[in-house]
């Protein structure tokens, strides 16, 4: 193989120059921000964890995780979700703490493959996690929170799609029990968003027509409240109508906390079935093909790390809040000073940058100009290029 | 070898629990507002580079460097510091933007074989490049900024140690030309911090005893401006004597900020010779046996990546200073509300609770308490504590 150049990077992963920096930087204060007023706390965990702790227990494929070895040959990740790391963190040196507990975060994460296929090997997730609660309740107030979260970054218009795997889970158990390979192939389907497929696939599946029909019928399973009543309809097992039930019971809440409005029911929505147990959601901002916002509840992991409780919670996906917002952002104008002297002039000069670092609470920058002498371009609206900066106003000190 | 346990992690890295994961945000959020108002921008880079474009450019001893292999075979390393990355970005994606560039980051870096030491294998670093600008007044700049940045932190009482490569090599040259095992023993005993091991070196080497007494002499070299008097009477070497000169206008500027209280001139001091080019400097705080800031200027780097510029910069070790400041806080009182509710009063609960986030820009939290019975524990001073957090107050619909 051929040796990088020294300008490159490795495949997938950014540099984020000033002004993108900066905005990533406001969208986490502001989405940290939210997160506390909800009482979250944040925790943060290392970028390194052992391949058999962490590692197997996070839902990213084996094959995504970036592997290395220690030096006493142990095999460590990096993380590839903060969900994993946060479980193990709960279950050791949290473990004396009453549930609930009301965790957030705010790191990059990172997954080996996507570079191939032009996505992120690194990126930002913001994100809480509400372990030891079980109740609607809960599943609704981090729903809320998603809400709270997107509207605080600026993200708008955008809709949560909810849905809960139970549903799926019950309605193919009572459909197509012992028909795995049929049951997989619709999952693909419908987590490819691929309907038309999914009606091709069931007419090739030799079914009695009335079960062909209830199951194209969950294609019609999205929007308000509505879609629970419908749905209770379509199916009798019990599995599908708890989930049901219970989706009834977070929208109430959602209600509750004046939020609906932003909150579609989607009974096709398919999310990691080995991961999630309980309600998952998904947000999407206007415009955008992919989610910037993923979450669901996931009662079995924390068992994985010895201390057994239910949890639920979200990832917002910054870096693509960031793509979102910028589309919409103004061109700001400069709020940069610069305070040019003369040797003769230092101390001056430097006391005045001082002060108005102090009182203005903006950029202040300093140049000596040993004769007094520096370019400047005069620009539209009163403000001054000089050495490729724009600032608000110069202030010399050359006499 | 045996397999980690389910909690463990990693040798050498951290969990961060809520508390001090939020005095490490508070740090960084004050130390990157004072970079921000003297004008430095923040950059933001992967965590992953090519080891043979960062890799090897970066300051770092190989060794020390955690490595790991992309798809296609090529050696990547997590990031050892930024500063080599920054040269990266500089020669590339900023290599339009006219000099000077003041460019900020807070970032994670990681150094493999610390984890031994029972030193951090991952840590946090704040800091700047001043790129493009050779004067002792851009030297200067970066210590006084160095100086605000601790101040703003909180990190008092602390002294900056100011010395410069030139003048230990100048000196060296003169007085041990083609010595060179002589000249690595005595820099390992300076840098090192064993002076009585470089007397006793001293001793052994056969010098006359007119140069012994010139190397001795050096460990008096520390202190405030008059060490710039006295060490140019030690060496007419003209490299030593440039080094000295710089240093003295570098001290002027220092005056000029009024920071020079805060500076010590210390000639023993020895930084990465194969790395820095002219004044180094290291920050310590009372109490702490290890720099809380170390940095200088190195004008060889960014010639490695196709933009030769002289560079100045410096990084703080922000938690280490989280170490300083956490000896130091007073515990907090909590400013915490609980809102406690029956299902009836559901929505009344829920939509107070989001005017107390706006009102009060403080932690807010929810608990449904279906017959409106839940334990509670009075503390001393009016707070109460409800499932292990301490509440400022309660706030019950429960009727």
Redesign the interface.
Known sequence: ?S?????????G??????E???K??SIEFKL??CL????Y??????????Y??VGV?SSTEDKKL???L?????T?V?RSDMTAPIA??V????RE????L??SYHA?V?R??E??AGRD??FFQTGVELVGDA?S?SDA?VI?LAVACLQAAGVKPFKIALGHVGFLNGLFQETLRDRTDAQTQLKGCLLNRDYVGYREALKTMGLPAAVREELEGILRLRGGQEICRQARQLTDDPVAQQAIAHLCEVW??L????VSEHVLIDLTMIGDFSYYTGMTFEGYAADLGFPVCSGGRYDNLLA???RPAPATGFALKTNRILEVISKEAAAETSN?VLIVYTADN??QA??RA?EL?MER??????L?APDGQYEKEQLAGGSVRV???EYQSVIEFVN
Chains 1, 2 share one sequence.
């Open positions: 193989m040796k990088p150049k020294v300008f490159e990077k490795p495949t992963v950014k540099d984020y120059l000033p993108a920096a900066a990533l930087r940290m921000q506390e007023r909800w009482g706390r944040e925790i943060i965990t290392p970028t390194l964890e052992y058999d702790t227990a970036f592997k290395l220690d030096r006493n040959g142990t460590l990096m193990r963190v279950s050791s040196l949290l703490h009453a549930f609930p009301r965790l990059n990172f080996a493959i570079a191939e090997a690194e109740s309740e107030e809320a109430d809440v209600e509750a906390y004046g994985q790390f010895g940069r230092r101390q430097l006391s001082g670092r609470q903006a950029p202040v920058e300093t000596l050495r490729g900066i």
